[in-house]
């Protein structure tokens, strides 16, 4: 089964997705830091160098694993904002790489450790080096320079005496590791940068179709008092100018506009009736969508919804459009939200909304649930709410049907 980049998005925690998988990447870092350090341990322990020799490699070791650390956060962040390139840290980075290398080649030279010592010693060295200069410089800088101190650093290694096979296991290990992290590095930028433009993007199409629906709403006002308004404006300045005349023809332009102004209310009327009218079904796949983008798992039984009568169906619809405001409410503390869609009996249709994370002590203020319970009173439906413990909130509402044979 595949699963789309905006699905994945959404299973990140909806809105505050992109930040906790930046959180993630950061975490990722900070993984690595450690397993370079944990790594030169194991070379401590299995290597049959001396006390200063193991001492150095510590040190520069833990060095190495804290700036390698600095230097993915600050890499991230200027590729995610465009900001500062880290340069000096780069620099200190490399410089240390180098230092590192020289030192191995070093020991080997002076036999203080054996051929297989230096040959860990730089795969791991050098597979550590790669990841943040390639995300932090350009990917051609950053290839090169990643290439320039890998070839000097094994180049180091066959000046200083090791032997051909440790050498080319060295050199068959570093071509495979090196460009894998390199790559790694770049593309676990791409995706962090990837989800939040995602999201920014989701984001802007929101307020583009709210604001398109506002257009909309404003085209449809226009159409609709745009012609009759300009009428009465001018029926108005007749009848005025006919009543100082004393002209009896006054009274019939009046009438004439109490009737336009009339019928300009009937086709408002008209017109907000579509922005009040509640869809069951339209409600119910707007309410997953926007609770599942607060981060609360919605689950829905559609159940007899198909069945039910128009008017009782709209009415349905505010309680499902009330009852996801409440959810909204305690977005911080909700995970989870079932809305159920059943009969109770043959001439009672059922409509269950149950979450978690309502306060123990429930609120005193809002008119939501009052005005709601005054629109099911007339199709004679009731509403009821009941707390449960363990921050438990169920919203009922009954609305008598009968099926149509």
Not at 1 to 18: A, C, H, I, N, T
Not at 21 to 33: E, K, M, Q, T
Not at 198 to 217: I, P, Y
Not at 266 to 295: K, M, N, P
């Amino acid at each position: 089964m595949s699963v789309s980049v905006e699905d994945w998005v959404e299973r990140l925690g909806g809105q505050d997705g992109p930040e906790r998988y930046r959180r993630y990447a950061v975490g990722s870092v900070g993984f690595l830091a450690l397993t370079e350090v944990g790594l030169w341990t194991i070379w401590m322990f299995q290597s049959d160098g001396d006390a200063p020799v193991l001492a150095t490699v510590a040190v520069l070791g833990a060095v190495h694993a804290v700036i390698q650390f600095m230097l993915w956060r600050s890499a991230l962040r200027h590729y995610l904002t465009a900001g500062p390139r880290p340069t000096p840290l780069v620099a200190a980075y490399t410089a240390l790489t180098l230092a590192m290398a020289t030192v191995g080649c070093v020991l080997l030279a002076t036999g203080r450790i054996d051929d297989g010592d230096l040959t860990s010693y730089l795969v791991w060295l050098l597979m550590f080096w790669a990841g943040p200069p390639a995300l932090a410089l350009s990917p051609r800088r950053g290839a090169a320079l990643v290439a320039v101190v890998a070839v000097a650093a094994l180049a180091g290694a066959g000046v200083a005496g090791l032997p051909g096979p440790a050498l080319v296991l060295a050199v068959s290990a570093s071509v495979f590791m090196v460009p894998f992290m390199a790559a790694a590095s770049r593309a676990s930028g791409w995706s962090v940068r990837l989800i939040e433009q995602l999201a920014a993007a989701r984001e802007t199409q929101s307020r583009l179709a709210v604001a398109e629906e506002r257009l909309r709403f404003g085209r449809d006002l226009h159409d609709v008092l745009g012609r009759n308004l300009a009428v009465v404006a001018l029926k108005s300045e007749l009848a005025a100018q006919l009543a100082r005349r004393g002209l009896p023809e006054a009274e019939e332009h009046m009438v004439e506009v109490q009737r336009i102004a009339r019928e300009s209310q009937r086709e408002i009327r008209s017109v907000v009736r579509g922005y009040r009218t509640a869809d069951l079904h339209t409600e119910l796949v707007g309410a997953r969508s926007v609770l599942e983008a607060a981060g609360i798992d919605c689950r829905i039984e559609y159940g007899p919804a198909d069945r039910l009568p128009p008017d009782v169906q709209s009415a349905l619809g505010w309680v499902v459009r009330e009852g996801t405001t409440n959810v909204l409410r305690h977005a911080q503390a909700a995970t989870r939200c079932t809305m159920a869609l059943r009969t109770a009996g043959p001439t009672t249709a059922l409509l269950v909304l149950e979450n978690d994370g309502a306060p123990d002590t429930p609120s005193g203020g809002g008119t939501g649930l009052a005005g709601l319970r005054e629109r099911l009173a007339g199709p004679g439906g009731t509403l009821t709410t009941e707390h449960q413990p363990g921050g438990i909130f169920r919203l009922t509402a009954r609305i008598p049907w009968e099926e149509d044979a």
